[in-house]
């Protein structure tokens, strides 16, 4: 069984269009994530959530939220997509505890901006 | 060296050998480190952590170690195998790790046959 899923793996729209990636776990964790890995390889945390709080990256823009329907998902929502939106969004689930933070990632989402 | 296509640092060693990858990372207050291993097309993969309470920790053919007065972490990976070639990175946590894992910036492992 997969840990955690994206759909879809890839992702190809014009500018300004508005598009949603989903993230599931089934790994029972309290808190998810979205990174966003560019071009070069360099992957930066844009949200974090669990079910009392969201932190988010304040570089991220605002067209950018995080949608969490219940503990098991997290879905990015992309408002009026830009051509630097382009880039390969990961999704991760993480269980804290005295062991450690092990976070879980999913496949990733290939998004390419026209 | 350098790859330009990636923008990586990147370490080739034969197959076999021992390799040695590194990472400083950035804030002083950071108490939980892992090393991820990402191979092209997939999302990263735990290879092992560590806490800032220690300075060595060994895992199967991995090593990593912690050294808090410079901020480095080492991934030491022995007898290095084809399957090891993929980009490593070096994350970095505080606390309860709500505000996400921090990331290095990569490097590019080729096993050479």
Known sequence: ????????????????????????????????????????????????????????NETVPNR?????????????????????????Y???SSQASVLGNEQFFGPGTRLTVL | GESVGLHLPTLSVQE??????????????????????QESGKGPQFIIDIRSNMDKRQGQRVTVLLNKTVKHLSLQIAATQPGDSAVYFCAEIM???????????????????
């Open chain 1, 90 to 92: 990961f999704c991760a």
């Open chain 2, 16 to 37: 076999g050998d021992n390799s040695i990858i590194n990472c400083a990372y950035s804030n002083s207050a950071s108490d939980y480190f892992i090393w991820y291993k």
């Open chain 2, 95 to 113: 606390g309860g790790g709500a505000d996400g894992l921090t990331f290095g910036k990569g490097t590019h492992l080729i096993i050479q046959p």
């Open chain 1, 64 to 88: 950018f939220s995080p949608k969490s329907p219940d503990k098991a998902h997290l879905n990015l929502h992309i408002n009026s997509l830009e051509l630097g939106d382009s880039a390969v």
């Open chain 1, 1 to 56: 069984d997969t840990a955690v899923s994206q759909t879809p793996k890839y992702l190809v729209t014009q500018m300004e269009n508005d598009k949603s990636i989903k993230c599931e776990q089934n790994l029972g964790h309290d808190t998810m994530y979205w990174y966003k890995q560019d071009s070069k390889k360099f992957l930066k945390i844009m949200f974090s959530y669990n079910n009392k709080e969201l932190i988010i």
